[in-house]
């Protein structure tokens, strides 16, 4: 594996401000929903991979023999994993584009209002 520097994270985040920028110039849903879609898989998705390198940095942090033990960096520890939790419980976003999908893959804009009023 290549070594990761910050610049390498920062291309990463880079392009997640580029896809917000565009998505905010109203492009054709079916497209944006292509592109959003890796993002929120239900296993590779950013809310699951954020999740488990919240996990790998506490993990990394607690292991490291250079760590100062003692109750701060246990607390700092459960925050990240209490973080990584919240983040992980984000990967059911992959319902909504399932939705997304039926809603431009069913050929109307818009879901049909129901008929509800019998005075109509």
């Not at 990463?12 to 292509?34: C, F, G, I, K």
């Not at 879609?37 to 954020?50: A, I």
């Not at 818009?110 to 019998?118: D, G, K, N, R, V």
Request: glycine content about 4%.
């Amino acid at each position: 594996m290549p070594a990761l520097t910050p610049d390498t994270i920062r291309t990463l985040t880079e392009a997640l401000s580029d896809l917000t920028d565009y998505l905010r110039e109203n492009p054709d849903p079916a497209e944006a929903h292509a592109l959003v879609e890796p993002l929120l898989d239900e296993y590779t998705g950013l809310p699951v991979q954020f999740a488990d390198t919240l996990r790998a940095l506490g993990r990394a942090v607690q292991d490291h023999p250079d760590t100062p033990r003692g109750a701060a960096t246990d607390l700092l520890v459960d925050e990240l994993r209490t973080a990584a939790g919240e983040q992980a419980d984000q990967h059911t976003l992959h319902y909504v584009l399932d939705d997304l999908r039926d809603l431009y893959g069913s050929g109307s804009a818009a879901p049909s209002e129901p008929e509800c009023c019998w005075w109509r």
